[in-house]
């Protein structure tokens, strides 16, 4: 109910506000009997119409409404009528004033309006001048009171909705920047599986296609190889993708929620046995479950590492992985003593993603070759002690 009564157009409340203002004032002075008053006439029912018709103004034109209707209701009085309500116009005008506008402009205004009431009250047979004086004042500081409560109320409720606007902004702007950044890592996790398996597979096609007549074994060899990774990439790819949906399909739930962590790197290793690469990799500590994104990093940093050595190392590469499980880090080593180098390729983004994954982390990476030939990848990453 007070809801809907303050989504009423303040324009209609102050115009049914100055018209019941009216009419009962009238019909006051009309039913009220004389007792040595002027009687109420047609000049007093127009000088009380003037006294209360431009309140239905007062929120548009505050000062001009304060000064018509004191200057109705003085005259109203000077002429002998003291009939009724014909005080609460400028009253109302007064406190009008005291809501809109600065509290010094309502005080200066309410010398007129207490100098009106003293002079009405006066009038009235057995109240004194004293009398009348401290009760205009009492009256017209109420009225200024009031006013400048609600206008200081009205201000802190200004304040308020719009600091809930700028809070519901910034909180749409989070929301964005939580989206952005989640399409960034979406993007990086698909760079991610392209790059690899897309290099696993450009590998072993030309291998299988360079022995395809003369070394049967081993093109079917890259074949089975190429099987195996573009099935793996679909699988992530899926994966990846179904981030996108608003639910997963059940029977896929697994699919769509599982990432791949260190606990894949024995079948990547074998992966890419398979597509001809010479690895050692060794798990130093006690290996013990990390946080989701932290373990995808990891995996991801050994993937392109492999990839990259794949790429540019030579086929007699040898590589060695080392994963050290340490007390409060965990340290990620993989080097080969490949010909190739990778720091001068034109266009990758690997060693810049691996970069921006340990970084997101907290974490340290170095990449470079070796003096006696090769490449080297060492990252670690803080954790939280064991129990």
Not at 353 to 374: D, H, N, S
Request: charged share 20%.
């Amino acid at each position: 109910m007070i809801r809907r009564l303050s989504e009423i157009n303040p324009a209609i409340v102050d115009t049914a506000l100055a018209l019941f203002l009216v009419i009962t004032s009238w019909l006051w002075a009309v039913a009220e009997p004389g007792q040595g008053r002027r009687p109420a006439d047609l000049p007093s029912l127009t000088l009380i119409l003037l006294v209360n018709a431009p309140l239905a103004a007062r929120r548009r034109a505050p000062y001009a409404v304060l000064v018509v209707s004191v200057s109705g209701a003085a005259v109203y009085h000077l002429l002998g009528y003291h009939h009724g309500l014909n005080n609460m116009g400028p009253l109302l005008a007064l406190y009008t004033v005291a809501a809109h506008r600065p509290l010094r402009a309502a005080l200066v205004c309410s010398a007129p309006v207490v100098a009106e009431w003293t002079h009405a009250s006066w009038h009235v047979p057995g109240v004194a001048v004293w009398s009348a004086l401290g009760q205009a004042l009492v009256v017209s500081g109420c009225a200024v009171s009031v006013g400048a409560s609600m206008r200081l109320l009205a201000s802190r409720t200004r304040q308020l909705a719009e600091l809930a606007d700028r809070l519901h902004q910034e909180q749409e702007a989070a929301a964005q920047r939580a989206v952005a950044l989640e399409r960034m890592q979406i993007a990086r996790e698909l760079h991610d599986v392209v790059a690899h398996h897309m290099s696993v597979i450009s590998v072993q096609a030309g291998l299988g296609r360079y022995v395809a007549s003369s070394e049967p074994e081993t093109a079917r060899q890259a074949l089975e190889v190429i099987a195996l990774t573009s099935s793996a990439a679909l699988t992530e790819m899926r994966r990846l993708l179904s981030i996108l949906r608003v639910e997963p399909a059940g029977e896929d739930e697994e699919l769509y929620t599982t990432t791949p962590g260190l606990e894949r790197l024995p079948a990547l290793v074998e992966r890419m046995r398979l597509a001809g690469l010479s690895i050692d990799m060794t798990v130093e500590g006690t290996a013990r479950p990390l946080p989701t994104g932290l373990d995808l990093c990891a995996f991801r940093i050994v993937q392109e590492a492999l990839t990259n050595v794949l790429k540019h190392a030579g086929d007699d590469a040898r590589v060695r992985i080392v994963v050290t499980y340490g007390p409060a880090d965990l340290a990620l080593r993989i080097t080969d003593d490949g010909r190739g180098t990778r720091a001068t390729t034109p266009g990758g983004h690997g060693l810049l993603g691996m970069a921006e994954r340990v970084k997101l982390y907290r974490g340290a990476i170095t990449t470079g070759p070796l003096p006696q030939g090769g490449y080297d990848v060492a990252a670690s990453f803080p954790l939280p002690p064991s129990p």
